[in-house]
Nanobody
């Protein structure tokens, strides 16, 4: 059972990247899925989450309007489309899964790292000015 994140790279400010998180080993169709990031010297922080049904998405204020989270249940894949990237977005990005979230889990619950029991290995995103 694992999550495999990919799609990171180096881009200039204003550019775009799409991160991909592929789940394997069991069905993740009913999981709450999230993206978090950790910049050098900083704590890991919430970026975005998509509800179990896929009907709700949540974002941190720092990425709202620029990033979009989505998922393809048929491919067991979660995406993070990142547009208008800034140097402050430079970090290692992690995807995570929570199989215990209730259907009505909202943004407060979905943004808490401790609620996610499975984590991917991380993918580096570097944005230069």
């Amino acid at each position: 059972v694992q999550l495999q994140a990919s799609g990171g790279g180096s881009v200039q400010a204003g550019g775009s990247l799409r991160l991909t998180c592929v789940a394997s080993g069991r069905s993740f169709r009913r999981d709450l899925m999230g993206w978090f990031r950790q910049a050098p010297g900083k704590e890991r922080e919430f970026v975005a989450a998509i509800s179990r049904t896929g009907g709700s998405t949540y974002y941190s204020d720092s990425v709202k309007g620029r990033f979009t989270i989505s998922k393809d249940n048929a491919k067991y894949t979660v995406y993070l489309q990142m547009n208008s990237l800034k140097p402050d977005d430079t970090a290692v990005y992690y995807c995570a899964a929570d199989s215990n979230a209730i259907l009505s889990a909202g943004p407060d619950y979905s943004s808490r790292q401790e609620n996610y029991e499975l984590w991917g290995q991380g993918t580096q995103v570097t944005v230069s000015s």
